[in-house]
């Protein structure tokens, strides 16, 4: 496939915007190459400005669960757009959206609506705090919670006891009350609680991590994390910016039935708006401005563009359930499929897969953590990405992100991309 005029529009997009991108894993850096820059999309494909057409496993991060130019979503945005785009004043549309996701997640009382996934982990960390009263979080290595500095945090030479920036402008003060966990490993967890007694006001997970690849719970972690949690009188979050209304109409408290105290939310819940989200229960969410202590604000949040598609999105989920069902037929489909042509080709391999997300990595032992993504090929995954891009499928340009399947697909796009990974991996 010819990839001119991106070249050349990534080129002049070089001049004016650092790396030529405004959001860094778009530049390809891990994969070679440059961008490609899309002229428009719809259902399940993309058409890029060199008139190519892709079968789309990305799905602007996860988003657009029900395809591109989704068109309740587009006429929603159309027709509300005619009666202004933003007020900075309350709109009955807001309460609508927020009843119903408050209808549709289990264990949450209120929410409150922001403009992104960012906004939504950072602003539950913040409530969690001023909540409980304490200063310290817990992270895990490799789950991505947005970019504030709370979570730009790599492990310092004394893990067990507090973690160092891994971003300059992220300051040690800030590093000093993040601590690094390992994903899955509940001892690690109480190691760290036990060191830090009375001193952590939450912890903050992806209930499916999809930031290191995909990457789902082993058997027991969730529900030993709200243990731990309980007994220590910590909060629980769940970062559901990822799998929130994608693997189930509840998210991961509903499809693995255990409760957080905090959920967040972004992605999907948007409906391709710029939308986050943080919910709890009434007792958490009045201790928010205006009602309680803790500061949380926006001008462009609940705007009514935003509040129109995340509403209609959500309306057309709920309103059939079976989209999940389907959407998991189909990637455990592409799952079979692959594995299948990846084992005849003598490929090192893992699949993970929950529900819709699904990764391959480039190793044969299980993928649990960071540390064992981190071990996948990564010139194996270089040489699986562009094969792919040239037979006109587009995956995330790296090995640690999720793919999101979209019920746009049909089974012809999943057996074309089977086929497709059966070619490209014969080049392994
Ligand atoms: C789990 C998770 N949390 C938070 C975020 C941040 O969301 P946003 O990019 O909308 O700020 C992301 C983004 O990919 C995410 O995957």
Redesign the pocket.
Known sequence: MLYKRSSQLFAEAEKVIPGGVN?PVRAFKAVGGTPIFVKSAKGAYLYDEDGNRLIDYINS??PMILGHAYEPVVQAVIEKAKLGTSFGMPTELETQIAALAVSMVPNIDKIRFVN??????MSAVRLARGFAKKDKIIKFAG?????SDSFLIQAGSGAITFGSPNSPGVTAGTAKDTLLATYNDLENVAALIAANKNEIACIIV?PVA??MGCIPPVAGFLEGLRQLCTDNDILLIF?E??TGFRLAAGGVQELLNVNADIV?F??VIGGGL?V?AFAARAEIMNYLAPLGPVYQAGTLSGNPLAMAAGLTMLQSLNNDHSVFKSLEEKTAYLHAGMDKVLRANDVDFTINRIGSMISVHFDSNPVTDFKSAAKGDNENFKKFFHGLLNEGIYIAPSAYESWFLTDALTYEDLDFTIRAVDKVSKTF
């Open positions: 959001s991060w996860g992104s996934g960012t906004e939504a982990c789950c991505y919670h947005g970019h992806e999809g930031n970062d910016v990822m967040c972004g992605k710029p986050g």
